[in-house]
């Protein structure tokens, strides 16, 4: 008996030891999370949604693409409906904001956009790029913007020019560089937005800086200025975070890059 005990103990323990020693949770990889080959599964509409919302409310973090099996929901997402719906309901959020704020009319009455994915759409270069799951290429985006083609947003054109007739002075706060002012001006004109007051563009001693630490010192100048930063809009939290920010900030969707 007591050899049989002890083998049946030492097959007990092994089993044990087999089981313990494996993750009881998996964790994503890095093709899991962005890249890698994919195959459709029936979860994916649903997991690619919430992982939208997820980026959106900014629970993701910092993140570098958009993942392998969100790709074509990203890109539905932004062509569709659903984008155009869900921009349109943050425009009229923020004109209801506007319109309830007490302008003192001596033109210091500010608002701060940005410009990319806020005011004019980039949709048609990133319908060639993969919408989000290849790694940002700063040479062929550069030469995106040269083009100046990029569309306006309905939604930010229509709240855009609403600021203006309240009586609203509009600032415009991009990431861009002051080499693509002309091509980025001559854009904005194309697609009908103007009477901007200033347009902010990352000077040679603005490189290499933050969106944040960049965005926070621009507006930092408009209140040292003596102007009341009311509202602001972005595609990106680091458009709207810092110091100097507005009284009111709104974010609007972006699933396809994260800049920090």
Known sequence: MAP???FLLIIFFSTITFISSKSVLRLPSENDLSGGVHKVREDDELYC???RVAV???NVGPWKSVPARCVSFVAEYMTGERFSSDSKVIGEVSS??????ELNGEGRDAWVF????TLLSN????EINGFGKEIFNETSFDDWVNLAEAPALPASLSLYNELLELG???????GRSEHQRNATETNLLLAGFDRWERLFLRGSSDQGKSAIVYKSEKRAE?????YRIHGSSGDQWSDLWGHAVASRSFKLPNPMYYIP
């Open 168 to 174: 609203f002075r509009v600032f415009l706060l991009t």
């Open 222 to 226: 408009l209140v040292e200025e003596g």
């Open 114 to 117: 940005d410009i990319d994915e």
């Open 4 to 6: 049989t005990i002890s």
């Open 49 to 51: 949604d919430s992982w």
């Open 123 to 126: 949709v048609p270069y990133y």
């Open 96 to 101: 209801e904001f506007a319109k309830s704020v």
């Open 56 to 58: 959106e409310t900014n």
